[in-house]
């Protein structure tokens, strides 16, 4: 089998596939996209393995001399947390796992149509305001924010303020 990565990067681009055996392909790589799986044909319309190589279909149907798989890929949007201060454990940023690409401290990648949750957490000294869109308010007052990834990066920029206690001395 001969696997045309369509600019992608992987080590071998043929593999031998027992005839009837369910299989695993090596998955390759391709910056800024995920991969989604090999394709029997150019037009990616019958899909052969799975994000991770895996077989989806028995092999045996489509077994061939020489046949060719092609790798499909979605384009990645980058989803980046940014605070109204810069001091170190104000807050912690959780995210949803489910599709999550790669992630970091304060950013994800998702592919557009991904269902993304947010849930943000002042800690210490700190009170949570809102988690904001550009001017608008896009939380819950508990720090949670839902919606499907568009097919752009998204900055989200999350407001604190500081606690203050008022002490009276009689």
Known sequence: VTLETNQGYIYSKTATIEYGAQFKLNTPTLEG?????WYLDEDFNQKMTDGYGYSVLAWDKYVKEGVTLYAKYDKMYK??????????????FSYSKA??????EDYAYYIAGD?????????????FEGLYSGKDKV???NGVYSFTMPEHDVTLKVAFTVKTFMVILD
């Open 115 to 127: 269902e993304v949750q947010v849930k943000i957490t002042a800690s210490g000294k700190y009170l």
């Open 79 to 92: 989803l980046t947390m940014s605070s109204s201060i810069v001091l170190d454990n104000a807050y912690t």
């Open 33 to 37: 996209y995920a991969f989604s799986g």
């Open 139 to 141: 939380s819950t007052d």
């Open 99 to 104: 599709n999550v690409i790669s992630g970091g």
